[in-house]
Every structure is written in structure tokens, then in C-alpha cells.
């Protein structure tokens, strides 16, 4: 087996993050461990920072299909060596693609890491991309995208993207379209996996029953093959937003109302957060507490921020019958425009200890635990303890919980819905209603 290579090791925080280690191999990709001596098991993957928005134009739904692709046989293992071997000790091997990253985790018993090693490895470094499995797996995809359009509440949030990013790739949506999907080869998959799977935007991290020496050793030779070289910087995401809706025969109308949020190297994206909660984020949230528990208008609705880069998104959720659409859509804008105008203290009080537990509760699995690191290598190049991210939620006030509630409402709406929506009003009266800005054309 080769030596190590010469790294840069870092410990991080305290306490939980003296287990967390980082060390930085020479094309740049980052092993992130944390110990958790009490546990057998063990969750590990590979997490890169490709997604939706790094595809070119035609190249809708390559980063997915890559990720399907993987599985599909490698130099080495057929698509039914891969489950076979990680399922014949236990395992469980899956993939996740998103706006901004992609991901590839394995969890099984601590003893099994080397094999999940070589296989994480074996997918990412040398896929066979063989013709007939391409064939077929397009072929799943485009059924996934059949069951995509059969369900409104998942159509409804793809048009968002698509409205409020207008023309951006931010906005695409992730599984493509059936033409780009048809459209793409196993060039244009190698491509972009040339393209985009470099050292600098691939984090491996590991939690659980894990040696962050023994991983570093595997993962150093395992991973050498990976290119150094830096990626090319997305097309800026640039919050535009805009009305876009479906007429459909369902029995429900479907509707995401939404404004520009804030990305997650703002400061501010707690506090927006801490407006999220306490306007929708529970059964006790204003939205919840009016619309469904006073009024009786909906089954569903909640409001929720996406961060992401360089920009982000809030924006409200919420589906009911065509009859009720008069009094439900003033009723939620009056909810929103009140919440921004006059929370109180102990609604804040409230929502931050919410997202506080959820975060605690969160890291208890190993899985989320590895996911978190990734995440926050690939942002921050580090990872923030939980005494940090604690801190800064408790330093939420209610003035800052206002002042990010009304930057937000100065944006222009995005409106996007499904379902029997003619008597939705348009984006203008929505923007006059709550005081917003008015959209662009409106």
C-alpha cells in the first residue's frame, strides 16, 4: 500500500468536534471524520459540488443521469455487483442529486468501510457507461419524470424554480426534460464528469464506527485519479420573479408563493430562518394555526428558505379546494404581511428553539452527521461546531427577525400554481395586498 501523502490536518471546535478531523489530499479532495466510539455502524459518502446549475445549455438532467449512470457498472463490477456486494454485508448504497451538489453514501458496519472504499471509488473514478444499461436507465428516467408531472405539489415547486430564476440554470429542474434527457451519451456524461468531479468541489466524509487514518490511507489511493484542477464558477443565480400556473382538472389547487431569500454565507440566513418557523414552521406557526386550525381551508401549508450559494429562496406552500380560493389566498398574504410587521417575542423565542432541537436531533444519526460535514467543507471549507451554530441562532433578535422579513418583502413575488387556479389573483394584486414590490411586467 502507498504512504500517506503529505496533507494539512486540522481539528475542529469542541467538544464533539475534537472526533472531527480534515485532512486535504494533494488533488485537493477533503477526507472529514468524526469518531462516535458508541456505534458499530458507519455512514460515509462522497459529496461533490455539482448540480443542476453546473449543466450547460442542452446538458438539462446530465448531473442526474450521471448519478444513476454510476451505479450502472463500473470497469470492474457489473450494476448487479455493486448491490450485491455492499447488500451481502448489510449495507445500503444510494445517490442524491440537488441544485448544487451531488452525493453518493454508503451506511454499513464500521468493518465494512474498506468495501464501501473501493466501491464509492470504483463508481466515481472508472463507470462503464455501457450503451444498453444507458439505454435502459434513460428510459427509468424519463418514467420518473412521467411520475414527476402525475403529482402537482412536486410540479408546482419545479415552475417555481423555473419562474423565479427565469432562464437561469439554478432554476432548471433536476430531472431534465424527456428531449435532453433522450439527447444525452455516454461522452457527454464522461464530459461532465471530467468537467465538474474535481479534487477542490469533492468532500469524502465518514461518521461513525470510522479511523480517520485508516480512510485518508484508502482514500488517498483510491481517489488519486481524481484531477486537481479548479471548476469553472456557475452562472450566478439572479432572483427574478414572475407568475407562471397550469390549469389542470384536480381536485386541488396547488401554490407556491415566493420572494428572494438570502444565501447561506449571509449572516442573515438564520434569522430568515427564524421567520420561516415561526410564520409556518410548525402546528403552532401562524399559517397553521389560521388557515388550517381556525378556518379549515387546507390539509397542507407551510413556508420554508432555501439557501444556496449566492442567492436563496423564501416561499410559502399551501393547496386547497378551487371553492376556497378566495378566502384562502387574502387570509395566508395577511398572515405573512402581519408576521413580518409584528412578530412577537415569543414566537421568536419559539422558532429558535424549534430549529435548535431540530438541528441536535439531527446529528444524533450518523448519516445526517456525514452529510452535515460535507455539506459545510464544500461551503465553508470547514466544519461549524454546533456551539457556533447555536450561538448565532440565540443572537437572533426580534428587530432582525423584522428587518429581514421586510428586505424580503421589497422583492418582487413569484407565483406559481396548479390545479383549477383561474381565480387566483395575478402577481400584481398579491404584490399590492402585502405591500411587496411590484413584479417585473406587473
Not at 418583502?409 to 387566483?424: C, D, I, M, N
Request: with cysteine; aromatic share 6%.
Amino acid at each position: 500500500m502507498n504512504a500517506p501523502p503529505r496533507t494539512k490536518d486540522l481539528r475542529v471546535g469542541a467538544p464533539r468536534e475534537e472526533a472531527v478531523r480534515i485532512t486535504t489530499l494533494p488533488n485537493g479532495l477533503r477526507v472529514v471524520t468524526e469518531t462516535i466510539p458508541q456505534l458499530a455502524t458507519a455512514s460515509l459518502g462522497v459529496w461533490i459540488g455539482a448540480g443542476t446549475r453546473h449543466e450547460k445549455e442542452g446538458e438539462q438532467g446530465l448531473a442526474h443521469l450521471l448519478e444513476h449512470m454510476a451505479f450502472k457498472g463500473t470497469r470492474r463490477r457489473s450494476a448487479l455487483d455493486i448491490v450485491q456486494e455492499i447488500e451481502a454485508v448489510g449495507g445500503d448504497l444510494n445517490a442524491e442529486t440537488s441544485v448544487e451538489r451531488t452525493s453518493y453514501y454508503v451506511r454499513l458496519l464500521g468493518e465494512d468501510v474498506p468495501l464501501a472504499l473501493d466501491i464509492l471509488s470504483d463508481i466515481l473514478t472508472e463507470p462503464a457507461f455501457d450503451k444498453a444499461e444507458l439505454r435502459r436507465e434513460k428510459g427509468v428516467v424519463l418514467q420518473e419524470i412521467g411520475a414527476c408531472e402525475d403529482t402537482p405539489d412536486e410540479v408546482v415547486f419545479d415552475m417555481f424554480m423555473e419562474t423565479a430564476f427565469a432562464g437561469a440554470p439554478i432554476g432548471r429542474r433536476i430531472l431534465g426534460t424527456p428531449k435532453t434527457v433522450r439527447a444525452q451519451s455516454a461522452d457527454s456524461m464522461r464530459g461532465f464528469l471530467e468537467r465538474q468531479y474535481r479534487g477542490p468541489e469533492m468532500v469524502l466524509a465518514a461518521a461513525g464506527a470510522v479511523n480517520h487514518d485508516d480512510i485518508v490511507e484508502e482514500a488517498s489511493r483510491r481517489f488519486a485519479s481524481i484531477g486537481a484542477q479548479a471548476v469553472e464558477a456557475p452562472v450566478p443565480g439572479r432572483y427574478a420573479g414572475g407568475d407562471g400556473r397550469k390549469v389542470r382538472k384536480l381536485e386541488q389547487a396547488h401554490m407556491v408563493l415566493g420572494f428572494a431569500g438570502r444565501s447561506f454565507h449571509d449572516p442573515d440566513h438564520y434569522a430568515m430562518h427564524v421567520f420561516s418557523n415561526l410564520l409556518g414552521g410548525g402546528m403552532s406557526s401562524r399559517l397553521f394555526q389560521e388557515i388550517r386550525e381556525k378556518r379549515g381551508l387546507c390539509y397542507e401549508i407551510y413556508s420554508f428558505h432555501q439557501p444556496f450559494s449566492d442567492t436563496g429562496t423564501f416561499a410559502v406552500y399551501g393547496g386547497t379546494g378551487e371553492d376556497k380560493l378566495g378566502e384562502f389566498i387574502p387570509v395566508m398574504l395577511d398572515c405573512l404581511r402581519e408576521a413580518a410587521d409584528k412578530p412577537t417575542d415569543e414566537e421568536v423565542v419559539r422558532a429558535k428553539q424549534q430549529i435548535k432541537v431540530s438541528l441536535l436531533m439531527g446529528l444524533e444519526s450518523s448519516a445526517r452527521r456525514a452529510e452535515q460535514m460535507a455539506r459545510h467543507v464544500l461551503a465553508f471549507g470547514r466544519v461549524l461546531p454546533r456551539e457556533e451554530i447555536v450561538a448565532a441562532i440565540d443572537a437572533i433578535t426580534i428587530d432582525d427577525v423584522r428587518r429581514v422579513a421586510a428586505d424580503m418583502l421589497a422583492s418582487p413575488p413569484t407565483v406559481t400554481a396548479v390545479g383549477p387556479v383561474r381565480k387566483l389573483m395575478d402577481p400584481a394584486r398579491i404584490a399590492s395586498h402585502i405591500g411587496a414590490a411590484a413584479p417585473a411586467g406587473g
